[in-house]
């Protein structure tokens, strides 16, 4: 099907059909029609017609159609992003005005290197969903913020698992991913006898994962630097005094995920969960769902 370069309308702007959007959204992150069609009840050929429309509406090919699977071209991923952007505001507008009215107060804890990461966009929405909820943010520690639910402090908490005691089994894992070994790209703290280490405070699970896998390997070793928030790590590694076990998607130029050349340990990966107060309520619930769908996006 040959299309032309976009032209300039004289007329009104042909409006998307967000039905048809959500069509190209489940096409694309399950990168066949086939399994799209299972996933939104219709069947593949009708899917088939849907996309060739939204083709025809932009003048655009939308998909490579593969052996086995189909790609998006490079305007086909443009239109993703506003695809999902169009279909979250949807969302936004429906539940602003048709779910029932939400009051309240949620007490919500979180890491820091969590709440840096999904906080900010996660409050801003669920503001615009949820006017009449307020939320009130305590950023620290695992340890600390499940010490502050157990006493009733806290309706909702974001944890790092892995610390002994903790109540991971209680919540719901939202997120996975490698921990690994970093330091500043070009540094030498790396290649230094004992190794300096840059480590989260007691109770951490990073702190005891990455000292027990220094040990089994006999690799020497001394705590250079010690803090309660990644930052500090963070500063330590961009320093270059000491290297640190670090989320993978946190490590960001200047840092460098360590080579194995330097033969470090394997740390495998860490996770996070979602921990719920009992009884804490309608708020609370919403604001869990909406984090939720933000480390889902993290994954995409």
């Known amino acids: 099907m040959p299309f032309s370069s976009p032209t300039v309308h004289a007329g009104p702007l042909p409006l998307l059909d967000l039905e048809v959007l ?6 694309a992150e399950r990168g066949s029609f086939t399994r799209a ?17 939204l083709e025809e509406t932009l003048g655009q090919r939308l998909f ?11 305007e086909g991923e443009v239109l993703l992003g506003y695809a999902r952007r169009l279909l979250k505001l949807n969302e936004e507008a429906v539940t602003r005005f048709l779910a ?16 840096a990461r999904i906080l900010p966009e996660v409050l801003a929405q669920f503001a615009r969903t949820h006017p009449a909820v307020q939320v009130d943010v305590i950023v620290g520690g ?23 005691g903790q109540m991971a089994d209680q919540g719901e894992v939202v997120h996975s991913e490698p921990l690994v070994w970093a330091g500043r790209d070009g540094g030498v703290a790396a290649w230094r006898s004992p190794l300096p280490v840059a480590l989260a405070s007691q109770g ?53 995920q360590l080579p ?40 995409r």
């Open 260 to 299: 194995r050349e330097v033969g470090l340990p394997d740390l495998g990966d860490y996770h996070v969960v979602l921990v719920r107060r009992e009884g804490a309520g309608e708020a609370s619930e919403a604001l869990a769902g909406q984090v939720i769908r933000a480390f889902r996006e993290l994954r």
């Open 22 to 27: 959500r069509t190209f959204v489940a096409i």
């Open 64 to 74: 490579v159609r593969e052996a086995r699977q189909v790609r998006l071209t490079p």
């Open 204 to 256: 951490w699970p990073w702190r005891g994962r990455a000292l027990s896998a220094l040990d089994a390997i006999g690799r020497a070793y001394r705590i250079a630097y010690t803090s309660e928030h990644w930052a500090g790590q963070e500063a330590a590694m961009l320093a270059d005094i000491a290297v640190a076990p670090f989320p993978v998607s946190l490590v960001k130029s200047p840092l460098r």
């Open 142 to 164: 695992s340890v600390s913020m499940q010490r502050r639910l157990e006493a009733g402090e806290l309706d909702l908490v974001l944890m790092t698992a892995g610390t002994p």
């Open 100 to 115: 029932p009215p939400v009051e309240g107060t949620v007490r919500f804890g979180t890491p820091d290197d969590q709440g």
């Open 37 to 53: 069609a299972r996933e939104v009840s219709r069947t593949p050929s009708a899917l088939s017609m849907q996309i060739k429309r």
